[in-house]
């Protein structure tokens, strides 16, 4: 499987619901990296599995969507518990979104996965792993 990864990072700010948080439960601000992976089996005809460039900049729509906002307000997350996990799935929600819209070009079609990974810091993060 051959793969290739953009990176970028959003601010957020959000609370988090359930006692296992502990004081994330009080509103509080997030910064995160956010890698988004796009898989294939074979490369298409240009020999990539995805333009690079068009990758970047849909990533950096995506991310523009949540960033600097209270997550908590945010009302197509209305009665999300906006975990590092949940926010993984969101973003690759939204990336899917925009390559079915035609923001990667035909080449997209190819896609076979797409891993959407959110590093909390150096040492704690999540992804979500998705087949195409």
Same mark, same amino acid.
């Given at each position: ?49 995805? /333009?690079?460039?068009?990758? #970047?900049?849909?990533?950096?729509? =995506? ?5 600097? +906002?209270? !997550? ?39 896609? /076979?996965?797409?891993?959407? #990974?959110?590093?909390?810091?150096? =040492? ?5 792993? +998705?087949? !195409?």
């Amino acid at each position: 499987m051959f793969n290739v990864t953009v990176r970028d990072h959003m601010m957020v700010a959000h609370s988090l619901r359930g006692e296992v948080f502990g004081p994330a439960q009080r509103l509080h601000g997030a910064t995160f990296v956010v890698d988004a992976t796009f898989r294939r089996r074979e490369l298409d005809d240009d020999g990539v599995v995805v /333009d690079i460039g068009a990758a #970047t900049e849909l990533l950096r729509t =995506v991310l523009g969507e949540l960033s600097y +906002r209270n !997550l908590d307000e945010d009302a197509s997350l209305a009665g999300v518990n906006t975990t590092t996990e949940v926010l993984a799935r969101v973003v690759s929600d939204r990336l899917v979104a925009g390559m079915q819209a035609g923001a990667l070009g035909p080449g997209a079609d190819g896609l /076979d996965g797409l891993v959407v #990974t959110l590093q909390e810091s150096h =040492v704690a993060w999540a992804g979500y792993d +998705r087949t !195409l």
